[in-house]
């Protein structure tokens, strides 16, 4: 891929934040709530504009059986936050939230960043790991989903174990 076609590439990919309030690079708030797609993941949807899974695009206001695949993903995981001392209003905030269906959002669900990353002191540094992170897992969760489709087409129902 030449270097003109890996900024296209990293700008698709970040498309859910420059979408969101102020760009995606300022806190917007933070959502609660016990449900999903009742609460907290709605109350995302509303305050963001988002409808769409961030890494695969399945738009979950398309069908009743997409939107009961609704999660929302924490970027930089709030484990890692915590372990790194990073603020938690930086890490519970929606600017560091995605939209995620249920495959995607279980495709790396043990994630954890490189070892020696810098640990962010200002915001500005907390966004940047953020948008690293964040291209990061898309092309890895990308990987699982070509290997998800290789073995589903592989029709491993037929295959017989007796």
Not at 54 to 78: K, N, Q, R
Not at 83 to 106: F, Q, R
Not at 109 to 116: A, D, E, I, T
């Amino acid at each position: 891929m030449g270097h003109r076609s890996i900024r296209a590439f990293e700008r698709k990919l970040m498309k859910p934040f420059v979408d969101y309030p102020l760009g995606g690079y300022n806190l917007i708030g933070s959502v609660s709530g016990s449900n999903c797609r009742h609460g907290y993941g709605r109350d995302f949807m509303l305050k963001t504009g988002q409808t769409k899974c961030a890494y695969c695009g399945v738009d979950f206001t398309s069908s009743y059986e997409t939107w009961l695949t609704m999660a929302l993903d924490h970027v930089v995981p709030t484990g890692v936050c915590q372990s790194l001392k990073i603020d938690p209003e930086w890490s519970k905030d929606c600017s560091n939230i995605v939209l995620a269906c249920s495959a995607c959002n279980s495709f790396l669900n043990r994630y954890s960043p490189p070892k020696g990353i810098s640990i962010p002191h200002s915001l500005p540094e907390f966004y940047s790991l953020r948008d690293h992170v964040f291209i990061e897992r898309s092309i890895l969760i990308a990987r699982k989903h070509e290997d998800e489709k290789a073995f589903f087409k592989s029709e491993p129902w037929k295959n017989s174990i007796r």
